[in-house]
């Protein structure tokens, strides 16, 4: 199974959102099949299979999540995070102050859903494959 020193050695290759493609191809490879990241603090679930779990501590300072969620505001900020413009702290940032609470990506669906306080989805996206490019 994986360790979290494995992963943060994968997540030390990501420099922006433009890199969470080829992040996600190195945990499948780690076998780790669905994680959920919280976004007050960073600290993340790892889920793999046969049941196996493990959590990461946090990553910064706790952030105040933001309520009521702006989903319009968070979403343009997505996009310019996955353009490369912020880091991933940053992000994080950004995204407690539009509200969103975590993000869960799910290895075999491919997706990255956010969540806002109340457990309501603000956006689900399909994980690009790394290295092709989606027009």
């Given amino acids: 199974m994986f360790t979290i020193t ?50 990461s501590g946090a990553k910064y300072a706790t952030l105040e999540i933001a309520d009521p969620s702006d989903k319009l505001q968070f979403q343009k900020d997505l996009k310019e995070h996955q353009q490369g413009k912020t880091d991933y702290v940053t992000f994080c940032e950004i995204s407690a102050r539009s509200g969103v609470e975590k993000w869960v990506v799910d290895m075999s669906k491919m997706t ?8 309501n989805e603000m956006l689900l996206e399909t994980i690009p494959v790394a290295g092709v490019n989606i027009q």
């Fill in 6 to 55: 494995q992963i943060r050695e994968a997540h030390a290759k990501v420099k922006s959102g433009a890199d969470f493609p080829n992040y996600v191809q190195d945990l499948i490879k780690l076998g780790v099949e669905r994680y959920e990241n919280y976004v007050s603090d960073g600290h993340t679930l790892y889920q793999g299979g046969n049941g196996f779990n493990t959590q």
């Fill in 112 to 119: 990255c859903t956010y969540y806002d306080k109340t457990g």
